[in-house]
């Protein structure tokens, strides 16, 4: 016991990283209050002991089982309220209650299905993906374990676990919960869970480095016993494990996302459209009740006010209901399971819809190094060697060779010498390379591949050294197996992952573990390893050693030895514990053969080995050295009678023939699209941060080597350590803390380290910060939107590193872009910081530890492959192939995405606006309306909403990639380029258009425009002297105002059958009569609107003149109208014309209907140009959707214009070839100005993204935040 309490003191230098770790085993063993008292030690138990029954059952009821905390879901109802806080959502709504009120209720519940459908459809994709901790707890769901209870072992269920159970461990255990080590024989775990590094982390009873994050005399809840055997004490279970953070940061963080970056958008321009459609329904009306403007189908008596003004009202809020864009959430809907489906055929599955926005919004990728940007697989990268190629020679010759190309496990690929392997040879590399294949052909002229068959003009030095590496590496990794599926035809190996790297080195020059016909290899077969005296690797020496049989020819691996050496040891390990022992190099010998011993190591050649191993080391390459060892009898007794392993391995390093023969670079290697796409994104404007758990001389070496950190930038100043954000120790009181949950050793240790620690902290001690923070505010945690790294921390909290100030953090974030020694918290801290200062920050990440950090991102994507169920479960992006590349596509689908929003939103707002200055002129200028009624809502469905579904589909601009992201502050979707040189021309073409269209449409079926003059009057002598088309009669009532028919008994009109504006009228006068349905509808034709002659005055009542029926009369405001003779004929009887068959009311119906043709067509038409910033010609048929549309759109307007019930339904006229043809026409008038316009936009968008090209490279590699955005980004 007194070993073991030794063994867990921590030096007095510990680090900080070292005292949070401590502090919270002290912390969170502590739980429920109390003290350390010395006097009631004796009522603990000793180390080693563990826990009675009772006392466990005890704690088990105090502190509650050991497992994961479920998170709070949000309600179906609060997600449905949080979708309705959009504004467009609210309009809609508004104008379906007044398109019922005003009787149009088909209309009304178009309006009222769009918002539903698309609010639930969006709430059930959010509900459906909360609880991102759930798989979490799954994962963390341990099996039963071994425990010490009584003083014996006994099996207890991971849940039940406490504070002070002693735990055995195992190889293949998965850790129950935070453990102090008690003992441990070769202790490793893997600590991805918590790290995102697949590396083993070597256990000791005491900390071996100042900066590790997580300590090596601790195992963590979560992590797997990879080898050896242990036995720990539990610190810390459940919510309170270092596990228990990550789960406590994804339950907190349910409603952390609200509304997207589109959506605050698109609530702005709601904004400014409520406050257009106030001023519209002022205005508008105003308009109408002033000029006295009538619908000639349902005219108002002349002196009826209130009807006008009521009818005015009702004009204005239609108009201001028109210019509501009701189909914008919808579309957005459709854009985004677009992008969602378009970003899944490029191995990127969406979780959430809304992190498209996110992406295409992305300011910051924070993303994890390994798996990401590195392959995640060991890769044998560089062979250096030294060899003396005559026995005069003083220094030996080197021989650096490198592999390539590195893809994985994958034996596909050769060796060069590094001075011939130039960065274009490599590249022609990668374009060639096929994963597939198992051996291609790379060599080039001048640069053979020194692992292919040795033609004459090979055989020189660099292959003879690379064959014995090659042997010699496949020989001593005798345990580690590659392994090919059939199936899928992927690789993996079966060992340790330094020697797969090894082994499929080996592969790549043709070794493999089994023959066609052999079981085993023919190398294993030649060389017969000698299992008994076989030094095993062990942390402590850091080495191992195989002997092997040297044939009679004694040549071994093309390595010549002595006649009396029987076998040959080849032993590998770390350089630093290994090349002290070597004392001889290689000599190159006669025939193609090398001779060892060659002769003694000089200084000079042991120098050159450790810049060697220094410089693999700046390249963030793990070292592997190897050296061969003649064994002859002698030698081979002194092996065999050796009673341990550490004898052998003594035997073999004292040896005068120990001769160096290989020093290995292994790293996991850049994805070799990783680089490209880095650039990609600066040149987009994106920043990349890459946080790892790694080393920072490796993470800054993975930084340079991918773009990450520029060639002309300071390594040391771009990187930091993840430490350094943290406010020294974990803040612990120690008068909080329950000794009697741990053993007398455990407490002992803990409470001597933290009081060291507190001891060395200058400045006030974090105790007496804890118990300020704590006093000062008793109610614990603050209410926060969610938990943050400096919430103030309740007792329970205080195991959770602390951090500095905010602005200190945002300092550091703002200016590193490769962080090393990551925690999970670090991450959310680094993420939170860039969020805060206006970021849009995408996180990438694959463990459990980059959970928390993923759900916090603005956008967190997980890795399909080798990411965590808990990973994936957080994330909104699942990258299915585990590529960096993959992100910048998702990047460039989400500006596609946003940019055809754009385009969406000012082609809606344009025809929006378009039709309602139509209307407004129609009003100002008196004429009858171009469109009304149901044709605004069939319009509103086969123009405004289905057709621009197609720009979901629509190419990215060529520039899209090339610009920085765009600002989301007060973003209104369209920007300022956008409404000047699209919006404005095509509202004040479109109207003209239409306006031109509608006045040749009426005036050529009526000889009249203003629909004043198409309504007729009452007034004596009106028709006759040409001034109106009809004539009204009426009657006074007893206060002398002028009661006017419903229906004219009158009208005129010149009227041109053929529709042609060049060909002379033809005068149609018709007289009213009494006629049934039947025969009015066998003698008019919907074509031309004549009637025959059942109006003609001689076939009428009217025959004998006016004054038949009529008389003179003048009303009270001295006006002489026709009135009816007295007792001449009843309301009912009386000779009218038909209210919609006459031909003034008919021809402004075939006008109408022109003017209908000409916005319907003209809209779908325009669109197309819409769709690209260029020249629309080209693109007609480049997307086959709106080619689809357009077909849609052309039989709609067909069956519209000529299928009678419909037509009829619509208000509509079928028309003649001549009248469609010239309302095409004005149409194809509205592309042209529209195209116009379009070039003076593409000149001033050049010359701005000219600008936004360099800025948005600035902005990447200065690291600016994004509170200092760049003027413009917006008009980007």
């Known amino acids: 016991e007194r070993h073991i309490t030794s063994g867990l003191v921590v030096p007095m230098a510990a680090a900080p990283t070292e005292a949070s770790s401590i502090a919270a085993a002290a912390a969170v063993a502590g739980g429920g209050g109390g003290t350390f008292d010395d006097d009631d030690e004796e009522a603990r138990p000793a180390t080693g002991e563990g826990l009675s029954h009772a006392e466990a059952a005890r704690r088990l009821k105090e502190d509650g089982p050991n497992v994961l905390d479920a998170a709070d879901k949000q309600s179906f109802f609060s997600i449905l309220v949080t979708q309705m806080r959009n504004i467009i959502f609210l309009l809609t709504s508004c104008a379906a ?208 006010d209130t009807c006008l003004l009521l009818t005015s009202a009702a004009r204005g809020l239609i108009m201001a209901v028109s210019i509501i864009p009701h189909g914008l959430p919808f579309v957005v809907m459709v854009m985004l399971r677009v992008g969602s489906r378009e970003m899944a055929a490029r191995n990127a599955m969406v979780t959430r819809r809304s992190v498209v926005d996110y992406l295409g919004a992305t300011t910051v990728i924070c993303t994890d190094k390994t798996g990401t940007l590195t392959q995640g697989k060991m890769t044998a990268k560089a062979i250096f060697g030294l060899c003396r190629t005559g026995t005069d020679s003083e220094t030996a010759a080197k021989s650096h060779l490198e592999f390539y190309p590195m893809c994985g496990l994958s034996p596909n690929g050769g060796v060069f010498s590094a001075s011939k392997l130039s960065p274009e040879a490599k590249q022609r590399m990668d374009t060639k390379f096929d994963l597939k294949q198992t051996r291609q052909v790379f060599a080039e002229p001048g640069l053979p591949d020194l692992s292919a068959p040795h033609d004459a003009d090979q055989r020189g030095l660099d292959a003879q050294l690379l064959h014995a590496h090659l ?93 009396g050496v029987t076998h040959c040891a080849i032993v590998k390990g770390a350089p630093e514990v290994l090349l002290p022992h070597v004392t001889s190099v290689l000599l190159a010998g006669d025939g193609g053969r090398l001779n060892a011993p060659g002769g003694e190591l000089s200084v000079e050649e042991r120098d050159v080995l450790q810049a060697q191993n220094d410089a693999l080391a700046s390249q963030a390459l793990r070292s592997l050295a190897v050296a061969v060892c003649p064994v002859d009898g002698s030698k081979l007794q002194e092996l065999r009678g050796a009673p341990g392993a550490e004898e052998r391995l003594a035997a073999l390093l004292s040896s005068p023939g120990l001769c160096f023969l290989s020093l290995w670079g292994i790293y996991d290697p850049p994805r070799a699209a990783v680089p490209g796409s880095v650039k990609e994104c600066h040149s987009a404007g994106i920043r990349v941060v890459m946080i790892t758990g790694d080393q920072r001389p490796t993470a800054m070496a993975i930084g340079q080597q991918v773009n990450i950190i520029q060639d002309d930038r300071d390594p040391e100043k771009c990187s930091a350590l993840c430490k350094e954000l943290q406010q020294g120790a974990c803040a612990v009181n120690l008068s909080k803390t329950s000794g009697r949950r741990l053993s007398m050793a455990a407490s002992a240790c803990l409470k001597e380290n933290l009081t060291q620690w507190d001891r060395k902290t200058s400045g006030d001690s974090p105790l007496s910060t804890i118990a300020e923070e704590t006093s000062s505010n008793p109610s614990g945690r603050k209410k926060t939107r969610m938990l943050s790294v400096h919430d103030v921390r309740k007792d329970d ?309 006016v004054d038949s029926f009529l008389e003179r009369c003048v009303d009270r405001r001295g006006v002489e109208r026709w009135c009816w003779r007295d007792g001449q004929a009843s309301v009912s009887a009386r000779p009218l014309l038909p209210v919609a068959q006459n031909c003034a009311a008919y021809g402004a119906v075939l006008g109408q209907s022109m003017s209908y043709v000409s916005i319907h067509a003209g809209e779908i038409f325009t669109l197309m140009s819409f769709r690209t910033d260029g020249f629309f010609a080209p693109y007609i048929c480049s997307n086959r959707v709106y080619v689809g549309f357009l077909a849609f759109n052309l039989l709609a307007l067909t069956v519209f214009i000529y299928f009678q019930p419909v037509s009829d339904l619509l208000e509509l006229a079928p028309l003649a070839p001549t009248r469609f043809a010239i309302a095409v026409g004005f149409a194809g008038v509205l592309v042209v100005c529209n195209e116009l316009a379009k070039i003076i936009y593409r000149s001033k968008v050049g010359s701005q993204n000219e600008v936004l090209r360099k800025k948005a490279l600035q902005r990447s590699l200065s690291n600016s935040p994004a509170k200092k955005s760049l003027s413009g980004d917006m008009d980007a």
Not at 531 to 553: I, N, Y
Not at 808 to 823: H, L
Not at 1074 to 1087: A, C, E, N, P
């Open 471 to 563: 042997v010699c590496g496949f020989l001593t990794c005798y345990s580690t197996k590659l392994i090919r599926d059939i199936d899928s035809g992927a690789w993996s190996t079966v060992g340790n992952m330094t020697e797969a790297a090894v082994k499929v080195a080996a592969a790549k020059g043709g070794f493999w573990d089994e023959d066609k016909n052999l079981p085993t290899s023919a190398l294993q077969c030649t060389y017969d390893r000698d299992a008994g005296l076989e030094v095993p690797f062990t942390s402590k020496r850091k080495m191992s050693a195989t002997v092997h049989a040297v044939p009679a020819d004694q040549l071994f691996a093309g390595i010549l030895f002595d006649s």
């Open 797 to 1105: 909290d205080h195991h959770e590193p602390k951090y500095l100030p905010e602005d200190k953090i945002a300092e550091m974030t703002s200016r590193i872009n490769v962080w090393a020694r990551a925690q999970p918290t670090d991450k959310v801290a680094i993420v939170d910081s860039l969020i805060n200062q206006d970021h849009i920050a995408a996180m990438t990440g694959d463990g459990v530890n980059d959970a928390p950090a993923l759900k916090r991102a603005s956008a967190g994507v997980a890795m399909g492959i080798s990411g965590t169920p808990v990973a994936k479960n957080a994330s909104d992006l699942i990258l299915m192939d585990d590529d960096f590349s993959t992100i910048v596509a998702a990047i460039r689908e989400g500006r596609r995405i946003y940019s055809n929003t754009q385009k969406y939103v000012t082609f809606n707002l344009s025809v929006k606006a378009g039709e309602c200055v139509c209307l407004m002129s129609a009003i100002a200028f008196g004429v009858p309306m171009p469109i009304r009624g149901l044709q605004l809502l069939f319009n509103l469905l086969t123009t405004h909403i289905l057709p621009p579904l197609s720009l979901a589909w629509e190419r990215p601009e060529s520039y899209l990639m090339q610009v920085p992201p765009r600002q989301t502050k007060g973003d209104a979707v369209v920007s300022s380029l956008m409404v000047l040189f699209k919006w404005l021309p095509f509202v004040i073409c479109m109207p003209s258009v239409v306006m031109c269209c509608l006045a040749v449409g009426v005036w050529t079926n009526t000889g009249f425009i203003r629909g004043n003059d198409l309504i007729g009057s009452s007034r004596v002598g009106a028709v006759d002297k040409g001034l109106v088309a009809c004539e009204f009669a009426g009657a006074l009532d007893d206060a002398g105002r002028f009661l006017d028919d419903a229906r004219p008994f009158h009208c005129r009109c010149q009227v041109r059958y053929d529709g042609s504006p060049f060909t002379a009228p033809t005068q149609v006068d018709q007289w009213g009569r009494s006629v049934d349905d039947v025969t009015l509808s066998s003698s008019f034709d919907r074509w031309t609107g004549s009637t025959g002659h059942i109006f003609e005055q001689q076939n009428t009542l009217w025959r004998d003149g």
């Open 97 to 304: 209650s007044i398109c019922y009120a005003m009787g149009d209720e088909v209309k009304s519940y178009v309006l009222i299905g769009i918002v539903f459908f698309v609010c639930t459809i969006n709430t059930i994709g959010e509900y459906s993906g909360q609880d991102p901790g759930r798989a979490l707890r799954e994962q963390m769901n341990a099996e039963a374990v071994v425990a010490i209870r009584e003083g014996r072992e006994a099996s207890v269920q991971a849940q039940d676990l406490v504070v002070g159970d002693v735990v055995k461990l195992h190889m293949g255990d998965v850790v129950p919960a935070d453990m102090l080590i008690l003992e441990c024989v070769d202790l490793q775990t893997n600590e991805a869970v918590l790290t995102g590094e697949p590396t083993e982390q070597q256990k000791s009873l005491v900390p071996k480095k100042k900066d590790e994050a997580f300590l090596s005399n601790m195992v963590y809840s979560g992590t797997s016993v990879v080898s050896g055997t242990g036995k720990g004490e539990v610190v810390a279970t459940g919510m309170r494990s270092q596990v228990g953070l990550i789960a406590k940061r994804l339950k907190g963080q349910g409603d952390a996302k609200t509304l997207n970056p589109l959506q605050e958008s698109i609530n702005l321009l709601g904004m400014v459209i409520g406050c257009i459609c106030v001023v519209v329904i002022v205005v508008a009306t105003s308009v109408s009740f002033a000029t006295g403007y009538q619908n000639p189908m349902t005219p108002c008596a002349d002196d009826d």
